[in-house]
């Protein structure tokens, strides 16, 4: 099954930005809608933003005009470009592949079980 390394995490002050990336172990999934969760002590998973195989973004209100999600296939490679942090945005982020679609992605971007290849994840901290 594929498998997702994180990276790029790191603290950083209110305002300031990072560039996380997420490094599949195999191509499989290429064709699929991929997405980046986070997560908080005591809280659930949730999606931050994905991307469909046509390139079309999609993202949650909280990241919306601060988070751009992209990809480059020729290297299994999937990045968040993350503006404009707050101390809200604290939370260890993973990314993921949706399994249960082709080519798009679910209406919600929920962990439901269709999303499979969980890594360790990359620990965002933002200081205020």
């Known amino acids: 099954q594929v498998q997702f390394v994180e990276s790029g995490g790191g603290s950083v002050q209110a305002g300031g930005s990072l560039r996380l990336s997420c490094v599949a172990s195999?191509?499989?999934?290429?064709?699929?809608?991929m997405g980046w969760f986070r997560q908080t002590p005591g809280k659930e998973r949730e999606g931050v933003a994905s991307i469909n195989d046509f390139g079309q973004p999609t993202y949650t209100d909280s990241t919306k005009g601060r988070f751009t999600i992209s990809e480059d296939n020729a290297s299994n490679t999937l990045y968040l470009q993350m503006n404009s942090l707050n101390p809200g945005d604290t939370a260890i982020y993973y990314c993921a592949v949706y399994t249960r679609l082709r080519r798009i992605c679910p209406e919600k971007q929920v962990d439901n079980g269709g999303w499979v290849g969980w890594g360790q994840g990359t620990q965002v901290t933002v200081s205020a």
């Open positions: 195999e191509d499989t999934y290429n064709n699929h809608c």
